[in-house]
């Protein structure tokens, strides 16, 4: 089946202590992309990648990190976690060029709890 | 820089009724349109899109979509609402690079 993959689905941790949420998609897909969602905000961008090695700000990339080291995976890393990081998660994935037509595939999301 | 407004927080429906979510957006070039949906405690899940042509667009769940460019907008719409189809709507243009800018979303309530 076709898929993003998340985990954990859910997480509580205590600030400053790092932690990793992985991604994995098995469409072949280039692109990949993290968004945080927030009540009234909406879906926001953090970072993207359209391929391996090529990793780009998105619209609140602070506090983040990622890495585009195989093209099925794309982790989100937070260095030093904060309670302003407490939100809901989604990785997402797509072709690139003609392919976007068809949207983005989403993760089922990541509940994350920063205290 | 593009953007997308949603003016409704959320919409209230009877079931059976027909059922409308409003989307204005803002894009330079050629729009590329989408609606997601969103269920409780689950991702997003592709409803339709607009790329070119037709300006009403069929979806899945028996959704439709308008595209009007002179208003800049794409409403979803669906004749009959179901109470399945509470959740949470998304609209998202697409941008140079890939990019889909989602608005802050509409919650539809469909009640029996």
């Known amino acids: 089946e076709a898929q993003v993959t998340q985990n954990p689905r859910y997480l509580i941790t205590v600030t400053g202590k790092k932690l990793t949420v992985t991604c994995s998609q098995n469409?072949?897909?280039?692109?990949m992309s993290w968004y945080r969602q927030d009540p009234g905000l909406g879906l926001r961008q953090i970072y993207y990648?359209?391929?391996?090695?090529?990793?780009d700000k998105g619209d609140v990339p602070e506090g983040y990190k990622v890495s585009r080291k195989e093209k099925r995976n794309f982790p989100l890393i937070l260095e030093s976690p904060s309670p302003n990081q407490t939100s809901l998660y989604f990785c997402?994935?797509?072709?690139?060029?003609?392919?976007?037509?068809?949207?983005?595939?989403f993760g089922s999301g990541t509940r994350l709890t920063v205290v | 820089a593009q953007s997308v407004a949603q003016p409704e927080d959320q919409v209230n429906v009877a079931e059976g009724n027909p059922l409308t979510v409003k989307c204005t957006y803002s894009?330079?070039?050629?729009?590329?349109l989408f609606w997601y949906v969103q269920y409780p405690n689950r991702g997003l899940q592709f409803l339709l899109k607009?790329?070119?042509?037709?300006?009403l667009v069929k979806g899945s769940y028996g959704f439709e979509a308008e595209f009007n460019k002179s208003q800049t907008s794409f409403h979803l719409k669906k004749p009959s609402a179901l109470v399945s189809d509470s959740a949470l709507y998304f609209c998202?243009?697409?941008?140079?690079?890939?990019?889909?800018?989602f608005g802050g979303g509409t919650r539809v309530l469909v009640k029996p």
């Open positions: 997402a994935s797509s072709l690139v060029g003609q392919g976007i037509n068809y949207g983005y595939t």
């Open positions: 469409m072949n897909h280039e692109y």
């Open positions: 990648s359209m391929n391996v090695e090529v990793t």
């Open positions: 894009v330079s070039g050629n729009p590329y």
């Open positions: 607009y790329i070119t042509g037709d300006n």
């Open positions: 998202a243009p697409r941008a140079a690079g890939n990019k889909l800018t």
